[in-house]
């Protein structure tokens, strides 16, 4: 049972650039979360989904689009990349809002120069 | 507004000594939910525990117990013992019942970056 796995693990992109991330779960999990982690900071939420075919906004959407055609698969894409955007970006998935633990990936370091 | 504090930015200790962290939340609702994360050194993060609003009991697991008190709006975590594989940043996070406006977001505090030196 993988859990939640995310490629890559690191990525540097030049300003500009666009790039996709990858997240998938196998737990059959309702919800799917994408974050990032700034140094020292906490989690913050960029997008979410509730099922497939349904996305929406977190706290910092700007500069990112997702999707979700399937239950497994919840990518975020990354277009016109900035230094701004250089952050650890984390996959996470649950069974339910709320009341469920949220299951995270390993990790995407990504690096804007 | 929902808030979670974590006021220890930073906690060294050694090996075998007990250790605390605390968390303190606000929420306006009745029916939440609180979380503990470990982020090692390796990066990920992983689920520790899981309480609700309406359970105030204390739990053990282990080395690990946590003390969730409403009076105080405070769910600590207490690692006996300590060990040098508990070297971590611990996050505490609060979620509300999902409802309109609610945009189904942990609220998460920043952390306690525990060192635990041999």
């Known amino acids: 049972n993988a859990g939640v796995t995310q490629t890559p693990k690191f990525r540097i992109l030049k300003i500009g650039q666009s790039m996709t991330l990858q997240c998938t779960q196998d737990?059959?999990?309702?919800?799917m979360y994408w974050y990032r982690q700034d140094p020292g900071m906490g989690l913050k939420l960029i997008y979410y989904?509730?099922?497939?075919?349904?996305?929406d906004k977190g706290e910092v959407p700007n500069g990112y689009n997702v999707s979700r055609s399937t239950t497994e698969d919840f990518p975020l894409r990354l277009e016109l990349a900035a230094p701004s955007q250089t952050s650890v970006y984390f996959c996470?998935?649950?069974?339910?809002?709320?009341?469920?633990?949220?299951?995270f990936g390993p990790g995407t370091r990504l690096t804007v120069t | 507004a929902q808030k979670v504090t974590q006021a220890q930015t930073e906690i060294s200790v050694v090996e075998k000594e007990d250790v605390t962290l605390d968390c303190v939340y606000e929420?306006?609702?009745?029916?939440?939910?609180l979380f503990w994360y470990k982020q090692p050194p390796s990066g990920e993060l992983v689920f520790l525990i899981r309480?609700?609003?309406?359970d105030e009991q204390n739990e053990i697991s282990g080395r690990y117990s946590w003390n969730f008190q409403k009076s105080t709006s405070s769910f600590n975590f207490t690692i006996t013992a300590s060990q040098v594989v508990d070297s971590a940043v611990y996050f505490c996070?609060?979620?509300?019942?999902?409802?309109?406006?609610?945009?189904?977001?942990?609220?998460w505090g920043l952390g306690t970056s525990l060192a635990v030196n041999p």
């Open positions: 996470a998935s649950s069974y339910a809002f709320s009341s469920y633990e949220q299951y």
């Open positions: 737990m059959n999990h309702n919800y």
């Open positions: 929420t306006r609702d009745t029916t939440y939910y």
């Open positions: 996070a609060l979620s509300e019942a999902p409802r309109a406006g609610n945009n189904r977001k942990l609220i």
């Open positions: 989904s509730v099922g497939a075919g349904i996305t």
């Open positions: 309480r609700n609003s309406f």
